[in-house]
Nanobody
């Protein structure tokens, strides 16, 4: 059974930074992408970023490109999302996910999410 547990969310002022973590367990992810999506109240799910688990290729939404960085530690089965220059529009619940495709994103599993709130 796949388990994805996010941590690191919180309240931050605009321009600040947060680092999200995702601890993954339950299977091997070498044939998948790992990534993040977010969902704000009243809005649709939005793809944020993804990484090839067994490689280094990364993908980003245009809205976060240049501000967010996705990475992973294979030995620890942990993925990270470094978020810099945060904006109020980044406020959402951020979910860690396993994807079988990135463009368009197709999600196989996802975690419960962690709240990120950016104040102006």
């Amino acid at each position: 059974q796949v388990q994805l547990v996010e941590s690191g969310g919180g309240l931050v002022q605009a321009g600040g930074s947060l680092r999200l973590s995702c601890a993954a367990s339950g299977r091997t992810f070498s044939n998948y992408y790992m990534g993040w999506f977010r969902q704000a109240p009243g809005k649709e799910r939005e793809f944020v970023a993804a990484i090839v688990w067994s490689g280094s290729t990364t993908y980003y939404a245009d809205s976060v490109k240049g501000r967010f960085t996705i990475s992973r530690d294979i030995a620890e089965n942990t993925m990270y999302l470094q978020m810099n220059s945060l904006k109020p529009d980044d406020t959402a619940v951020y979910h860690c996910a396993v994807l079988r495709e990135v463009r368009p994103p197709k999600y196989n599993y996802w975690g419960q999410g962690t709240q990120v709130t950016v104040s102006s």
